[in-house]
């Protein structure tokens, strides 16, 4: 077997001059990943480059997969990916992975914005107030998700009500309101993270709704788990299909 010319082209592109040790100790395996990764899948789930990079960053950060993330951010850079824009990846991962998975991609993503001369902090991207959070929260959930946030209020146990008021003025207020990437982006960047994380179909089915709701459709949704596929395996990418295929074909 040997790595496809369509397969190191794309490797290629993506990796100048970056050359994996596994190559040597592993070439079988590195023949049948990148003949994947690099071959298969972008034939037959084409992404702009550039989303292709931000949502498999996204699954990396989600399966906290550091080292693979350091190499992927490189190739993000090389083809044009922006600072803000991989910051406002990183940024928003906090609300579906947790802040102690973040942490590492955070302190990496510094690291090797520093070594390249990026100048830190970046410019700031919150358009939010701790007085106004929560209205505009709430305003991008609905925009989202309809009447199905009203019901969620409605139908909270009176001691978890806080809980529906976390998700408007944070997950949503704080992060999906931010500047950097527009929501359109965003809803793919929870679909990657929500299909790599496993045990989150319930969520994934409300983000399906969502991401229609913000502009991507069915063959987006497809094409961004397709190419997740060889990061995050088969199980989970099956799983993603049947959320979108029951979301999306009425």
Avoid: W
């Amino acid at each position: 077997m040997a790595i496809t010319a369509s397969g190191q082209r794309n490797h290629d592109t993506l990796f100048r001059g970056h050359q994996s040790t596994l190559k040597v100790t592993d070439p079988e395996l590195v023949e049948i990943y990148d003949n994947r990764a690099f071959g298969e899948v972008i034939k037959d789930a084409p992404l702009d480059v550039r989303l292709q990079l931000m949502v498999q960053l996204a699954a990396l950060i989600a399966n906290h997969a550091v080292a693979e993330y350091r190499i992927m951010l490189g190739a993000a850079l090389e083809i044009g990916v922006t600072p803000v824009q991989i910051k406002e990846i990183v940024y928003q991962a906090v609300p579906y992975t947790g802040m102690a998975r973040v942490f590492d991609f955070l302190h990496v993503t510094n690291e090797v914005f520093t070594a390249r001369g990026i100048t830190l902090p970046l410019p700031g991207q919150s358009t939010t107030t701790p007085q106004t959070r929560q209205a505009r929260g709430l305003e991008v959930q609905k925009r989202l998700l309809g009447s199905r946030i009203d019901q969620m209020y409605a139908q909270s146990p009176p001691d978890q009500l806080h809980i529906q008021h976390y998700l408007s003025a944070n997950c949503f207020g704080d992060y999906l309101t931010r500047t950097g990437l527009d929501l359109k982006t965003r809803e793919l960047l929870t679909l990657a993270m929500l299909a790599s994380l496993g045990g989150c179909e319930a969520q994934l089915a409300g983000h399906v709704t969502a991401n229609l709701a913000a502009g991507n459709d069915r063959s987006t949704l497809i094409a961004v788990v397709t190419q997740l596929l060889p990061f995050i395996g088969y199980p989970r990418t099956l799983n993603a299909l049947r959320v979108i295929n029951e979301g999306t074909c009425a």
